[in-house]
C-alpha cells in the first residue's frame, strides 16, 4: 500500500487548505485513515481518522469546528479540509493507514501504512 499526501502549503492565519491522501495498489475495505501532526522534536499527534466502511469521524479537540475530514471511495482518497487556520497548526502533516483495526486508535503506532508527509505553514 502507497499512500499519497499532497495540499500543504504556506497560507495565512484565517486561510485554508485541503490535504489529500491517495491509495494507490490497494482499495481500502476496512479499518480507519487518519492524519497526524508533527513538529520538530515532538512526537507525530493525532489529528483526525475516518472509518473506512461507514461515516464515522475523530478529531482531536484542538481542530473540531475547524477541520472535515472526508473520503471519496471512487477515487481511494481522504480529505482533509482545514479552516480557520492558526499559527500553532504549522506542522508536517501525514496521512496513515490501520487497516487492520476495528476500532480507532490515536496513536501513530497502530498505524501501518504512512505517506510521506505534506508541510502546513501558517503565517501570523
Known amino acids: 500500500v502507497q499512500l499519497q499526501a499532497s495540499g500543504g502549503g504556506l497560507v495565512q492565519a484565517g486561510g485554508s487548505l485541503r490535504l489529500s491522501c491517495a491509495a494507490s495498489e490497494h482499495t481500502f475495505s476496512s479499518g480507519f485513515v487518519g492524519w497526524f501532526c508533527q513538529v520538530p522534536g515532538k512526537e507525530r499527534e493525532f489529528v483526525a481518522a475516518i472509518r473506512w466502511s461507514g461515516l464515522t469521524t475523530y478529531y482531536t479537540d484542538s481542530v473540531k469546528g475547524r477541520s472535515t475530514i472526508s473520503r471519496d471511495n471512487a477515487k481511494n482518497t481522504v480529505y482533509l479540509q482545514m479552516n480557520s487556520l492558526k499559527p500553532e497548526d504549522t506542522a508536517v502533516y501525514y496521512c496513515?493507514?490501520?487497516?487492520?483495526?476495528?476500532?480507532?486508535?490515536?496513536?501513530?503506532?497502530?498505524?501501518?501504512?504512512w505517506g510521506q508527509g505534506t508541510q502546513v505553514t501558517v503565517s501570523s
Open positions: 496513515a493507514a490501520a487497516t487492520a483495526r476495528n476500532f480507532i486508535s490515536y496513536s501513530a503506532l497502530n498505524y501501518n501504512y
